[in-house]
């Protein structure tokens, strides 16, 4: 899986797109863990462009939750946004909310992961 | 395993170095093919070409009087004296011969001779034996009645008593021909002087003066040289001699002359083609003895002396004791004599092998591009073929071998050619089929691989699925004397993923316990998390009435080990049938839907409701309460029936509320079947990608009420 970045107002945005399935979620892990290397206290915020992604599931979901919980053991800055209305659903079901920072859209979660 | 293009040129290139090396060394070992033991196997099939076509002998030119046996019994032991080899040499000429060639060299005076035998004996009177005839000048006397030609043998060094003949051939001295590489001697053993003046000219009967020098050779004669120089002056053999002489003086003799030495030699019309050296490589006829005569019967007048008419005449030896023997590439033997008759019929008929300087080089051509040939087509074809193609390209050769020598007598070497080739092709064929073998054995290793992971996937598969159902309970089993509330549930696995799980069981009398749960990931590992979780929540729920406090402490003991960061969500629920009062906790679970009074809606979970179990490490779990009325029916699900997929959509929380609809009026079991129907008709075909699990809850009330979907 390629995941294209860029850095805007001192986030690194990480664009995710596709279906995020059980067989996606392995190459996902493996695309994601460099990035999560990186994830650590001075480095910029790591946030994820959630917005080209049509459907994650329960598997889809454990690699966020992994990476979250990974992020946190570093005490880096980990995020999601922009989550398309389906996606939107599965993380409401599943409370990920509150689990992982949620924004609506990327604008929103730079001002408040940049500052 | 993918290879890089590049490296499969380098492959390639080790495997071609080690054929074209043995190309390169063949084209070698033919160049220098007399080092080789090839030598032996090259002139075995040129003798081989004149075995299976000799040169046809359809007239005899030619007789041969022999000194034999029965001429030595009749006139005594050789030397004979000069004059009964006078007497002899006049019968002959008696019969106008073309030419009387004598294979001998007379060069001591005869030991009859009056002076030697005065000598010898010392009673005999000198003065009368002095004026007798000397033997010597009455065989001289007899020579110089005809065209008679004596024999001389060239030397390499000279010896006492040796010199130059007298008779050399009247050849046009031009600059070049001392620079020719034709023999050479410096000196002879030639007859006596007044012999030589009486005789009409003089041959040399060498033959092939490097014949012998290898073993190999095993003294086979094969070829002769037609052309000498005794000390800076040219000779013909004894045989062309003759001929010469026979032609008079339209036999001008002419050798030709090339870039790559001699190439011929003519004699009036007659023309012989010859090595660069003068040898001429001789096409042999089979031997016969018709045209040998005894010289006893010669001198027995038995022979009419027409018979020498028109014909040449050798007088040479043909007995046992005395005749030097040849072998020829025919495997005959034959006296030396007959070496001139197959020589003057060879130059009469224009017969003569021909290996011009070029062949070699037409031979070493026919190497290299027969050698690339295989190195090109070998590694591309099937081993069948590639030994077929080796083949093909032998008889090629051996068959051109032999068309060559049956059209114009060429001498090519096609079983070298083909021998000195096999060891490209072995070395090609062995790293074609060694690279076959290797190509298999990788095939085989990977479908053996690909087997045992297949058969390891299914074996932890069905470990997983056999762990996953054999922990779920049969509802109806458990309820069967229930009749405040009807319980169903099912659990459909898909193929590869294993997780979701059910549950129900009574806390008390009055209280019943639904779980339906689904675990992140897949295989054992999923399968025993479940069968961890299912084990905890039906202990912890039973020990803790605080519903909410017995799911933390659930996912407190899950947390304690999980290497895998798995986790589960879940929807747990806790009906009094009693009263109808419900509690529930939802973990990240799917909201249920609930029918009630023909109308559906959701369980509201949002309050309370918090993340899948072990999502985090510690999250405060706390249960809502809603109040069930009798008819009401509960459906819990997972996502394998909302996200069921036709390849396009999935099935929804939308169509699965319309089929409960539809379908609500059914038994529980009855409506289970048709859900799971309704599903498996979207997905029209499509593997299910996961497990698809379904529970529902009909809650009838009082036992004293009858509620119409409680009869089970």
Redesign the interface.
């Known amino acids: 899986m390629h995941l294209p970045t860029r850095e805007q107002s001192g986030v690194l945005i990480v664009s995710v797109s596709g279906r995020i399935?059980?067989i996606a979620s392995e190459e996902f892990t493996k695309a994601l863990d460099p990035l999560l290397a990186n994830c650590v206290p001075g480095q910029p915020p790591l946030l994820l462009d959630f917005s080209g992604v049509e459907y994650i599931?329960?598997?889809g979901?454990?690699v966020l939750?992994?990476a979250s919980?990974r992020a946190k053991g570093q005490r880096g800055v980990f995020a999601i946004a922009a989550l398309q209305p389906l996606v939107q659903e599965v993380f409401a079901?599943?409370?990920?909310n509150?689990?992982m920072p949620c924004y609506v859209s990327l604008d929103a979660a730079c001002k408040v992961l940049g500052a | 395993m993918k290879r890089l293009p590049g490296t499969a040129l380098l492959r390639a290139g080790r495997g071609l170095a080690l054929p074209i090396l043995l190309l390169l060394s063949a084209a070698l070992a033919l160049e220098n093919i007399e080092a080789t033991p090839l030598a032996s196997l090259r002139n075995a099939q040129f003798d081989r070409y004149q075995r299976q076509m000799p040169r046809q002998r359809d007239n005899e030119p030619v007789i041969v009087v022999g000194i034999d046996s029965q001429s030595l019994s009749a006139h005594g032991q050789w030397p004979w004296s000069r004059e009964l080899l006078a007497e002899l040499t006049k019968k002959i000429l008696a019969g106008q011969p073309l030419a009387l060639g004598i294979d001998i060299v007379f060069a001591e005076p005869d030991r009859y001779s009056p002076g030697i035998l005065g000598e010898k004996l010392a009673g005999l009177p000198r003065n009368i034996l002095a004026k007798l005839p000397e033997p010597d000048n009455v065989f001289a006397e007899a020579l110089g009645d005809g065209p008679t030609v004596l024999a001389v043998v060239g030397l390499a060094n000279p010896l006492p008593g040796s010199r130059p003949p007298h008779k050399p051939l009247a050849l046009l001295a031009g600059g070049d021909l001392a620079r020719q590489p034709i023999a050479r001697f410096p000196s002879a053993v030639v007859s006596r002087p007044m012999l030589e003046k009486a005789a009409s000219g003089e041959g040399f009967i060498n033959a092939s003066p490097d014949a012998l020098r290898s073993s190999s050779e095993r003294g086979v004669l094969r070829r002769v040289p037609t052309l000498a120089f005794i000390d800076q002056q040219p000779f013909l053999p004894l045989s062309l001699e003759m001929l010469r002489l026979a032609l008079g003086s339209e036999g001008q003799t002419v050798p030709e002359f090339g870039r790559h030495g001699m190439s011929g030699l003519r004699i009036g019309d007659y023309r012989l083609p010859t090595q660069g050296n003068g040898d001429l490589l001789i096409h042999y006829g089979k031997a016969s003895s018709h045209y040998y005569l005894s010289a006893a019967d010669v001198l027995a007048g038995v022979h009419a002396p027409e018979i020498f008419r028109s014909r040449f005449v050798i007088l040479g030896f043909n007995s046992t004791g005395l005749q030097d023997s040849i072998v020829t590439p025919l495997g005959e033997i034959v006296p030396g004599v007959d070496i001139h008759v197959q020589v003057i019929e060879s130059m009469l008929s224009g017969a003569a092998l021909q290996r011009p300087y070029w062949l070699p080089r037409l031979e070493l051509a026919a190497l290299l591009l027969g050698g690339l040939l295989l190195i090109v087509a070998v590694p591309a074809l099937r081993p069948r073929l590639a030994v077929l193609s080796y083949s093909g390209l032998a008889t090629l050769l051996i068959g051109g071998g032999y068309l060559a020598f049956y059209s114009g007598q060429w001498l090519f070497d096609g079983p070298s050619l083909s021998l000195l080739l096999s060891p490209v092709f072995v070395s090609l064929l062995g790293s074609t089929l060694i690279e076959a073998d290797a190509k298999r054995r990788q095939a085989e290793r990977e479908l053996q691989d690909s087997r045992e992971a297949a058969a390891r996937t299914a074996g932890e598969l069905d470990a997983a699925r056999r762990i996953q159902m054999g922990l779920l309970p049969d509802p109806q089993a458990l309820f069967a004397e229930e009749n405040r509330f009807a319980v169903a549930a099912l659990l459909e696995p898909a193929l590869a993923v294993g997780g979701d799980y059910y549950d129900c069981f009574m806390l008390d009398e009055d209280r019943l316990c639904v779980v339906i749960g689904d675990v992140s990931g897949k295989g054992i590992p999923a399968s025993l998390f479940m069968a961890i979780s299912k084990t905890l929540t039906g202990t912890l729920t039973r020990l803790e009435s605080d519903l909410g406090q017995a799911i933390r402490d659930v996912e407190r003991e899950l947390n304690r080990e999980n290497p895998e960061y798995l986790f589960v969500t879940a929807f747990v629920a806790v009906l009094d049938a009693a009263s109808g009062q419900l509690n529930f906790v939802c973990a990240g679970h799917d909201a249920p839907l609930l029918v009630r009074r023909g109308t559906i809606s959701k369980v509201a979970t949002q309050t309370h409701g918090g993340p899948p179990l072990c999502a985090t490490d510690s999250y405060p779990y706390r249960a809502d309460q809603m109040q069930l009325e009798p008819g009401d029916l509960l459906c819990l699900f997972t996502d394998g029936v909302t996200e069921a997929s036709d390849g396009q959509s999935l099935f929804g929380g939308e169509r699965l509320a319309a089929a409960l609809l539809r379908h609500r009026e059914k038994a529980p079991p009855d409506l289970l079947a048709a859900l799971r129907d309704d599903v498996r008709d979207f997905e029209a075909g499509h593997p299910a990608a996961d497990d698809l699990t379904l529970l529902m809850l009909n809650y009838c009330g009082q036992p004293a009420k009858t509620a119409k979907n409680g009869a089970l």
């Open positions: 399935d059980h599931s329960s598997a979901l454990r939750m992994i919980r079901i599943s409370r990920f509150l689990i």
